[in-house]
């Protein structure tokens, strides 16, 4: 929250800058530099100022937005699953989990990423496409690898809640439905890997937990002694391997 005011604030301060609307100082002194304000009398400046803080704003919610349209998600969630059905609470800690998620997620986004710089952002900064054109073009592979990943009957359910029919083609389903559909697909298919990846580790805690309770051993705690067998489990399989490359193939 702290980043996200500072950048508002900066934000206002370069809107009052541009507009010179806010002050009626005829100089003013900004990071040691005396700065000159003049009321605008073109009304183009004002909405190029309103731009500026639109885009400013938005670039402090940009990190979500990218997260929650990429694969993120999925990885994050699947990667915290690992860790509770090991029965580790800050083992490996939420640094190295949120890091390992990150750089899969680059790593899959990547031809999507390319994608989007060479159809959109490059011919944006040479200037053969204008602002509108660049942002289309850009979310078209971003759309498309949503499309993969949606299931019908979420995209279904958005789209009969906001009342929209006739659709003979995904070019006519708006981003803020297919976005939210995407989200809860994504949910549902980590919560899927989730309970896969707990069925070998509940089958130990059963084990042991039956052994110790045949021994008459009630009083020492199952997780205590089965938490090396998961552990040596999960060693022997090679679990991370697994795990990733089941995660980045469910992308292809």
Known sequence: MKRSAKIFILAISIVIL?????SAEPEVSLFGKNVKLEDSKKPQDYVFSLQLLFVLTILTLAPSILIMMTSFTR?????????NALGL??????????????FLTFFIMAPIGAQVNEDAIQPF???EINQEVALKKAMEPIREFMFRQTRDKDLGLFLNMKK?????????????????AFIISELKTAFQIGFVIYIPFLVIDMVVSSTLMSMGMMMLPPVIISLPFKILLFV?????NLIVKSIVLGFK
């Not at 083992?91 to 890091?99: D, E, R, S």
């Not at 029919?165 to 297919?178: A, F, K, R």
């Open 89 to 102: 609470q800050q083992t490996p800690p939420n640094q190295v989990i949120i890091g390992l998620a990150l």
């Open 75 to 83: 990885i994050i969630i699947v990667l915290s699953f690992i860790r």
């Open 236 to 240: 022997l399989v090679d679990g991370w």
């Open 125 to 127: 900064l040479k200037e």
């Open 164 to 180: 929209i029919d006739g659709v003979s083609n995904l070019e006519d389903i708006p981003s803020h439905v297919l976005i939210p």
């Open 18 to 22: 541009t507009s010179g609307i806010a």
